[in-house]
């Protein structure tokens, strides 16, 4: 506390004033973390719940679409996690002996059925999240727009475990929001992350980035990235 505090703090008359200056501090300290997002961030990894859910089988593997499971990325501001009956329509009892028959797969799936005879929910633990007061993340507008979950979640399908691949700082918003149009892709390969991992290595070693073709992207929905406050804290 002594380095966030300063011994003249102390002498100060009244109390009022101390309680002034603890918000401000407690400004500063909010500011100083939120403003080193890429320290503190990017790999965030937290235990999940049973032995956690595989994206490199599900949709690595087994390629399932994110919109199987994702069912309202592309509808609504918020992505929204399965709940249970999606993962028992394949992990029930009786689809066990079809999916894989050994006994390690039978105990890694058990936390499923229980959860679902229970009626209860898995919690999962979130991963990705902008603070509070970065009141507008729309994820059905940039999927609209083009822009793939790759580009802000990393190659999700090669991940055992989700981490977090991108800062999601402001300033990382903003440089896309800048410069969007190497970003882009077609609307339909949105959520083919192999795609557009080769696309990406394609456009950087062709020259220009792939800039002239998102533009067009850009262009045909008239998207426009916006950079007023408001937009993102209103
Ligand atoms: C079979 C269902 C299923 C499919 C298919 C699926 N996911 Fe998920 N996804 C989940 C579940 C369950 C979680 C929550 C557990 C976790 O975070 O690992 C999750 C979590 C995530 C998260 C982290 C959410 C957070 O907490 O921040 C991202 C990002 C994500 N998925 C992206 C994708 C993408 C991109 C695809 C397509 C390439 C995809 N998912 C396909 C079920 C699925
Ligand atoms: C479309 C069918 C399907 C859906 C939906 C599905 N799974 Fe699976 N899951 C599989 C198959 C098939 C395997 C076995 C793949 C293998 O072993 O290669 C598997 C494997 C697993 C495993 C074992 C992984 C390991 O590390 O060995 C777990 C745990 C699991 N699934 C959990 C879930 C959860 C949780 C959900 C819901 C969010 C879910 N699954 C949804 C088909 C599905
Ligand atoms: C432009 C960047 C961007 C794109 C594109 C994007 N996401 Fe996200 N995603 C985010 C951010 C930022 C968050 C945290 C949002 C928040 O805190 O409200 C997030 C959160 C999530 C979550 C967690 C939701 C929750 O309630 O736990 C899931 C799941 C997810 N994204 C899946 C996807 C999938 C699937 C795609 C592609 C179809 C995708 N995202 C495309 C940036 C993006
Ligand atoms: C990889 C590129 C990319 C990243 C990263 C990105 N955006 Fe965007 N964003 C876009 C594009 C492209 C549009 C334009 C969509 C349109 O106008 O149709 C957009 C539009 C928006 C809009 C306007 C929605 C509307 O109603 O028109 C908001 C708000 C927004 N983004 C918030 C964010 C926030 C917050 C972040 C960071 C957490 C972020 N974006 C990160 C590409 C990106
Ligand atoms: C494209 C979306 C977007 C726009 C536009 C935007 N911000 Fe932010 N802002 C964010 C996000 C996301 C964060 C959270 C960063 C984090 O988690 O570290 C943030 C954080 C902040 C913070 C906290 C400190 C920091 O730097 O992380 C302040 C203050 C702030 N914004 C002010 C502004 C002001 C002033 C403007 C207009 C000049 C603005 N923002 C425009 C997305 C945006």
């Known amino acids: 506390m002594s380095l966030i505090f300063p011994k003249w703090l102390n002498l100060l008359p009244t109390a009022a004033a101390i309680g002034g200056l603890l918000g401000f501090t407690g400004v500063v ?28 089988i599900h949709a690595g593997k087994l390629g399932l679409d994110c919109r199987y499971c994702h069912t309202k990325v592309e509808k609504s501001a918020e992505a929204n996690i399965p709940n249970v009956a999606t993962c028992y329509g ?27 005879a229970q009626n209860t929910s898995i919690e999962w633990r979130r991963v990705h999240k902008v603070p509070d007061y970065v009141r507008n993340f729309p994820h059905n507008i940039h999927i609209n727009a083009g822009v793939s979950c790759y580009s802000c ?17 402001m300033s990382w918003c903003l440089d896309c929001h800048r410069n969007p149009e190497s970003q882009v892709v077609p609307r339909d390969k949105v959520t083919q992350l192999q795609w557009v991992q080769e ?3 394609r456009r950087s070693a062709a020259g220009d ?12 929905v008239q998207a426009n990235p916006p950079q007023n406050c408001g937009a993102c804290h209103y």
């Open 153 to 169: 979640h990393g190659q999700i399908t090669a991940m055992p475990v989700v981490f977090e691949a991108q800062p999601l700082s």
């Open 90 to 116: 394949c992990h029930a009892d009786n689809r066990l002996a079809k999916l894989a028959t050994s006994e390690t797969h039978k105990e890694r799936t058990q936390f499923v059925r229980e959860a679902y």
């Open 199 to 201: 696309e990406f290595a």
């Open 29 to 56: 300290g909010g500011f100083w973390y939120y403003a080193t997002p890429k320290f503190f961030k990017v790999g965030y990894m937290p235990k999940q719940p049973g032995g956690g859910f595989n994206h490199q």
């Open 209 to 220: 980035n792939g800039v002239a073709e998102g533009k067009k992207l850009l262009d045909a």
